[in-house]
């Protein structure tokens, strides 16, 4: 189906006639990937109200329910949001919609494929994370890391050790001041945490190694080396991936 052209200066769709959708696809798919692709040129800026039901019925030749399908859709994705008795607007940016995807994401993909790139993703954001709250050099938030030092070499029970152990982690996403970053890491929180539990049970030396490694990202931050945190950060996101590989634990993740 040819779609019609976007038109930036008009809230309303302009039709040269009528338009039919293609026979190999839901009429409702093509309203989807119409609307979509008006929000993400910017066509429809936030707050752009969506010309109405009957305007877009007439636009693609469709009936209400195929339109309500695709608005449906869309609002699902947190693009869209619908007022009664008003009309339908692209909704605001959220972070909570990311961070909802990728918690539905790391819950779905229980591959070792996927867990690693998990890793991965990890390996970026905390690295920077560290590195940006080492360059901070705030004095609260450093009392804040050693506090939750202490109360990681004082956990007797592996459960306690492991919760308190992506904590750890959650924490400097926090302090880092990128709430994107934050939004990621409590996305993977629970996931982390379960896969944190199983590793330390079957990995006899992994929490002196992980406290080692704490303490390593730590002093970094203590001394205001942006670089230092950063490496260290990596580099014990790394050896927690490498011990994982080296166990062959399957679908389980040392932290």
């Known amino acids: 189906m040819a779609l019609p052209p976007a038109n930036a200066n008009s809230p309303r769709l302009q039709v040269d006639g009528p338009r039919k959708p293609s026979s190999d696809r839901k009429p409702s798919s093509d309203?989807?990937?119409?609307?979509?692709?008006?929000?993400?040129?910017?066509?429809?800026?936030?707050?752009?109200?969506?010309?109405?039901?009957?305007?877009?019925?007439?636009?693609?030749?469709?009936?209400?329910?195929?339109?309500?399908?695709?608005?449906?859709?869309?609002?699902?994705?947190?693009?869209?949001?619908?007022?009664n008795g008003s009309g339908t607007y692209v909704a605001s940016s959220q972070l909570e919609n990311v961070s909802q995807a990728l918690n539905a994401y790391s819950t779905l993909a229980q591959d070792n494929k996927s867990f690693l790139e998990l890793l991965e993703l990890r390996m970026a954001i905390e690295g920077d994370a560290a590195a940006k709250v080492a360059a901070a050099h705030d004095a609260a938030a450093l009392k804040e890391i050693d506090a939750h030092m202490e109360k990681m070499t004082a956990a007797t029970v592996i459960e306690e050790f492991a919760i308190l152990d992506i904590d750890f982690h959650m924490t400097l996403l926090r302090l880092s001041g990128n709430e994107l970053f934050h939004s990621l890491g409590g996305a993977l929180r629970d996931r982390y945490v379960r896969f944190a539990i199983e590793a330390y049970q079957r990995i006899s030396d992994s929490k002196s190694r992980t406290?080692?490694?704490?303490?390593?990202?730590?002093?970094?931050?203590?001394?205001?080396?942006?670089?230092?945190?950063?490496?260290?950060?990596?580099?014990?996101?790394?050896?927690?991936?490498?011990?994982?590989?080296?166990?062959?634990?399957?679908?389980v993740g040392a932290t």
């Open 31 to 83: 309203i989807e990937s119409y609307m979509l692709d008006r929000i993400l040129s910017g066509d429809w800026p936030v707050e752009h109200r969506l010309p109405s039901e009957a305007s877009l019925c007439g636009q693609f030749d469709v009936s209400r329910t195929a339109v309500r399908e695709a608005i449906r859709r869309l609002q699902g994705r947190g693009l869209l949001r619908t007022i």
């Open 211 to 251: 406290l080692k490694e704490h303490h390593d990202i730590v002093e970094a931050i203590r001394q205001g080396d942006p670089a230092a945190a950063r490496e260290q950060a990596r580099l014990h996101v790394g050896r927690a991936r490498s011990r994982w590989e080296e166990e062959g634990l399957k679908g």
